[in-house]
């Protein structure tokens, strides 16, 4: 649905997108999570035609962002970062006015009827935009970014700005619409896109240094999977035990962690699963096994390793990417500091 090939973006002599690669199949969920100015917006600004690419190619249902914009952009609905909200308009007012503007086909009452009634604005269709809290407003972009029915939605920060409940609002209204829309969904904070994207792609100064599954993702970067055992025994005696259980590389007794309970490290051999013969040799030993948990990174962890890592390189070496591809690493790219008004692009 979305292919995106040596994609790059200069600001200037800024570049801040660096030869991005990935693909998007139809009914994808996928987040981009990074940093703030790692380069999120502006990929997706490119992907919605609003910023020309500096090199690459980016296609959308196979139509060429820059060669067939019209095409490509009627298959996109975009929610900005700051939706472009008529706040002295009312909501139906609003919606109709970018109906118009999109030049949709639909019947207009009842498609607008329709968006109004899957975002949950139809009882404030009537209300000014600026009187309406920032959940409301946030649904109405949403509902801009639906009119026309397109099979793209591209979600900059949805729920930047939102409290609680209305982020948990927002996040229902994201998993119902992946149900039948390819999402893409930015943002700097984990926890929003693990709770709805399958996939996640993490930027980091403008490119992408991990592209998995969710459960992928921390999978490759514990790449000891040792476990910790709570076993109440003689310290001595079981150390030694653990140490013959097939599979296990090595043992380190934790120490005494509760009245009468030790904890031990047990670091097993590459690939091999060594939970049940720990457990069945401790039950064997007639000893009471408290607890067996596994030290695997939870991925706010891996997270946080990818991007405090020294350089992008040095990340995608934690991941276990080959790096053939001759890459340079963000210091050599960063050649001034950013300036934050935009360049007068279209
Ligand atoms: P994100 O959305 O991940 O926070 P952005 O795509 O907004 O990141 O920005 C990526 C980098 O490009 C940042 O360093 C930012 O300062 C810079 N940048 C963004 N827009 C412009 C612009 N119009 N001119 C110059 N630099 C820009
Ligand atoms: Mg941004």
């Known amino acids: 649905m979305i292919e995106v090939t040596g994609l790059s973006k200069r600001y200037g002599t800024f570049l801040a997108v660096k030869n991005v690669n990935f693909s998007i199949e139809k009914g994808e969920v996928v987040g981009f999570l990074g940093p703030n100015g790692a380069g999120k917006s502006t990929i997706m600004n490119i992907l919605t035609g609003y910023l020309?690419?500096?090199?690459?190619?980016?296609?959308?249902?196979?139509?060429?962002?820059?060669?067939?914009?019209?095409?490509?952009?009627?298959?996109?609905?975009?929610?900005?970062?700051?939706?472009?909200?008529?706040?002295?308009?009312k909501v139906r007012e609003y919606l109709n006015f970018i109906y118009d503007l999109k030049k949709v086909k639909f019947p207009k009452k009842p498609h607008i009827d329709e968006i109004m009634r899957?975002?949950?604005?139809n009882h404030v269709e009537n209300r000014l935009i600026r009187n309406l809290s920032k959940?409301?407003?946030?649904?109405?972009?949403?509902?801009q970014a639906l009119i026309g029915n397109p099979d793209v939605l591209i979600l900059d920060e949805p729920t930047v700005g939102l409290d609680p409940q209305q982020i948990i609002e927002i996040r229902n209204l994201i998993t119902r619409l992946g149900k039948n829309h390819t999402i893409i969904l930015s943002s700097h904070i984990l926890s929003e896109i693990q709770a709805v994207c399958d996939r996640i792609i993490i930027i980091n100064y403008g490119e992408i240094i991990a592209d998995d599954l969710q459960d992928n993702l921390s999978e490759k970067l514990s790449t000891e999977h040792s476990l910790v055992a709570r076993v109440i025994c003689d310290e001595r005696d079981m150390l030694a035990t653990l140490k013959t259980v097939k599979g296990v590389k090595d043992v380190v007794a934790l120490g005494k962690k509760e009245n009468g309970a030790y904890d031990f490290e047990i670091i097993p051999e590459e690939g091999a699963d060594v939970r049940a013969g720990v457990?069945?040799?401790?039950?064997?030993?007639?000893?009471?096994?408290?607890a067996l948990t596994s030290s695997r990174l939870t991925l706010e962890q891996v997270f946080l390793k990818l991007t405090q890592a020294s350089s992008n390189e040095e990340a995608r070496k934690m991941l276990g990417f080959v790096d053939d591809e001759k890459t340079t690493t963000s210091e050599d790219f960063i050649i001034e500091m950013p300036t934050e008004d935009k360049e007068g692009e279209e």
């Open 52 to 89: 020309s690419l500096t090199q690459g190619k980016v296609t959308i249902d196979g139509f060429d962002i820059a060669e067939n914009p019209e095409a490509a952009k009627k298959r996109i609905g975009y929610l900005p970062e700051l939706p472009p909200l008529y706040t002295d308009m």
């Open 279 to 290: 457990s069945g040799r401790i039950a064997d030993r007639k000893k009471q096994l408290l």
């Open 118 to 121: 899957l975002v949950n604005i």
């Open 135 to 143: 959940g409301y407003r946030q649904r109405v972009g949403f509902a």
